[in-house]
């Protein structure tokens, strides 16, 4: 990649911290608009953060790909190291921390906004097997979608692709669907309706990583050479973002 990694790990920061902002605010807006009615809440909360998730890669996907999840850049690493594509190991160790400090700022946001106190741990509890199944089918799913649609040259697609399968993934999905070790963290610096308890976050980010192995597991048998086309995960970082759009 072309584009200097400061500029990347800025774009991963944002884009995580509004990814969440998204989730933790439309959560909360959603439980004061139809209190009582958790089906209700989790529309709006999950068709806000569809809707956010295609804007944000449009907005971000040039300058770093538009992870957001480091189960994603893991993956990247890990499928390009034999074709020399991909994130190295040092951009991907910037990404993790770059996503990760961006969840929780996003968790503050969301919490002031709405003025809430800036850091709340969540105290709901989802530790549960199947909750865990739940994370390992989600994270599966997504790692075979982006990488599949880069393989096959159709990440032009990769916004609205990962935007709905994340909003059906809520509903489809017993853990309403985190798959993301990044935005789970994050989400436990808000008590509020998309919170998740700190001790809770331990057993959602195992079975993401194991949602990882299996992806990258399938991906190696469905797309032998998916790594050649690690680059253009979730969207090709644009050449010309380096130094400018070309008029």
Do not use: C
């Amino acid at each position: 990649m072309t584009i200097p990694l400061q500029r990347r790990l800025l774009a991963e920061f944002t884009g995580t911290a509004l990814l969440v902002t998204a989730v933790v605010g439309s959560g909360i807006m959603a439980t004061t608009l139809s209190p009582g009615d958790v089906g209700l809440q989790l529309l709006e909360n999950s068709i806000a953060t569809a809707f956010a998730l295609v804007a944000l890669i449009l907005i971000f996907g040039p300058v770093s790909g538009a992870h957001f999840n480091p189960v994603v850049s893991a993956a990247d690493w890990f499928l390009g190291r034999r074709a020399g594509t991909g994130l190295t190991a040092r951009d991907l160790a910037g990404y993790t921390m770059a996503q990760i400090l961006g969840a929780i700022a996003g968790s503050v946001l969301a919490n002031l906004m709405f003025d809430l106190a800036a850091v709340d741990f969540a105290g709901k509890d989802r530790s549960a097997g199947h909750l865990w199944l739940g994370e390992v089918v989600a994270t599966t799913g997504l790692i075979l979608l982006v990488f599949a649609l880069a393989r096959s040259g159709r990440a032009a697609v990769a916004p609205a692709a990962v935007g709905a399968y994340i909003g059906a993934a809520y509903w489809f999905t017993s853990s309403t669907s985190f798959a993301n070790p990044a935005v789970t963290i994050g989400r436990a610096f808000t008590d509020t309706f998309a919170g998740i308890a700190p001790a809770s976050v331990p057993g959602f980010v195992v079975a993401q990583l194991v949602g990882l192995a299996v992806g990258v597991s399938l991906l190696a048998a469905l797309y032998p050479d998916a790594g050649s086309a690690a680059d253009q995960v979730v969207v090709p970082a644009d050449e010309d973002a380096a130094t400018g759009f070309r008029a």
